[in-house]
Every structure is written in structure tokens, then in C-alpha cells.
């Protein structure tokens, strides 16, 4: 997996901010009726717009201009899959988001670009990251391969101190009011047709949490 760019990003900004701002790995999903959606993946940081708005000396100019294109190396892997469309980075960094944006046409190809931004290939065996079907969203409890990740990184970026900044956050609104939602651990909210699941990081390393979880709607 190709690591170093993301990861010396979020070194980037946690050393310019220095402070206890945290950091949300995002996930963010809208679905149809029909199973199509869109979907959003990257970071979101308050503090980070107050450092890409002004001229401060906390952030050169060569940190800001790897803030405003890690997004390309991740656009490319998903070029030329089948139901994956618009493809294009979101223009919400100065509001302290910034990530890709795609529209997908069914869950296999929403599946698909998860597998390929894993530098991955989705197999008919493969596990689906996501179920969508008619009244139900299933998000698969991937924390095995985050520890397994983080374990095979030598690049010592994640020590204990970062761990304690980084959540992971995801955001899924369905085209019907959601009426139940299971999960082991992690911050839930869910207002009308859109849930927010929040876990830290710190918890799915140190406390065994899950970062899976299903709700009706």
C-alpha cells in the first residue's frame, strides 16, 4: 500500500497546529433509491482552514501545496472502474475539509473503489466494506486490517501521541427516515435519514472496539 503521502500529510498538519484539534479520517456516503450515491473520502480538520486562510508562518508553502494535491494519486486509482463516475476532488478545504469525491452506480462499484484506494482488487469472494440493500446498511467491522495496517508501518507516524488525534468518522444518509442502529462501541447520532458514527482511533487499537456497524431505515 502506498502510504507515506497520506500519512506525512496528516504529520503536516498536526505539527503545524500543535495543539488538541483532532482529526477525522472521513467517510462520507449518500445513497439513492435506486443504490447509486455518491461518496466523499477525507480528512476534516477546523484548524485546518484557519492555517490554508491566512499567511501564517505555521504552514510553508511546499506543506500547503501537499495539503492541496494528495487528493490526485487517489483520483488516479480510481480512473476506468465500471460504475464509478465523476470523479474529482471537493473543493471544502478552506472550510477544514478536503478529500475525493465520486458518484458510484451500485455498491459493487462503490466496493470496488474502497478496494482499489486499498491498492486492492475486488474479487467475487472478496468481503463487501459496505451492503446496501433495500431498507438496510451494513458497513463491515474492518478493524482487524487498521491494526494489521498500522502494525506493518515503519515509518514511526503513528506513535501513541498522533493515535490520540485521529477518529474515524462516518457519515451515511439513505433515502428513508433511519428507525434502529446496532454497533458495539463508538459515538452514534442519527437525525431523521442520516447517521454519524464517530470511533477513535485510540479505541478499535486499545479496547478491541468495532468499527462495524448496520441500521434499518
Not at 89 to 112: H, R
Not at 140 to 166: G, N
Not at 202 to 216: I, P, Y
Amino acid at each position: 500500500m502506498h502510504k507515506n503521502r497520506l500519512l506525512s500529510l496528516l504529520l503536516i498538519i498536526i505539527i503545524a497546529i500543535s495543539s488538541s484539534s483532532c482529526i477525522n479520517l472521513v467517510n462520507q456516503i449518500v445513497i439513492n433509491k435506486d443504490k447509486s450515491g455518491t461518496a466523499f473520502i477525507g480528512i476534516e480538520l477546523n484548524a485546518l482552514s484557519g492555517l490554508i486562510n491566512t499567511n501564517t508562518d505555521e504552514l510553508d508553502e511546499d506543506s500547503k501545496d501537499k495539503i492541496m494535491n494528495f487528493a490526485t494519486p487517489a483520483m488516479e486509482k480510481l480512473k476506468g472502474i465500471d460504475g464509478i463516475s465523476n470523479i474529482k476532488s471537493s473543493g471544502l478545504l478552506k472550510l477544514g475539509k478536503y478529500g475525493i469525491k465520486f458518484d458510484f452506480k451500485n455498491a459493487k462499484a462503490l466496493n470496488t473503489a474502497y478496494y482499489r484506494l486499498l491498492d486492492m482488487d475486488y474479487k467475487w469472494y472478496s468481503p463487501a466494506i459496505i451492503k446496501i440493500r433495500n431498507h438496510s446498511v451494513k458497513v463491515k467491522d474492518v478493524s482487524s486490517q487498521i491494526k494489521e495496517y498500522i502494525a506493518e508501518d515503519d515509518s514511526d507516524f503513528l506513535s501513541p501521541t498522533i493515535i490520540e488525534y485521529l477518529n474515524i468518522a462516518t457519515i451515511i444518509e439513505v433515502p428513508n427516515n433511519i428507525t434502529s442502529v446496532k454497533m458495539d462501541m463508538g459515538e452514534t447520532s442519527y437525525n431523521g435519514k442520516t447517521i454519524n458514527v464517530i470511533i477513535p482511533l485510540k479505541s478499535v487499537l486499545k479496547e478491541d472496539a468495532s468499527v462495524g456497524f448496520m441500521f434499518n431505515y
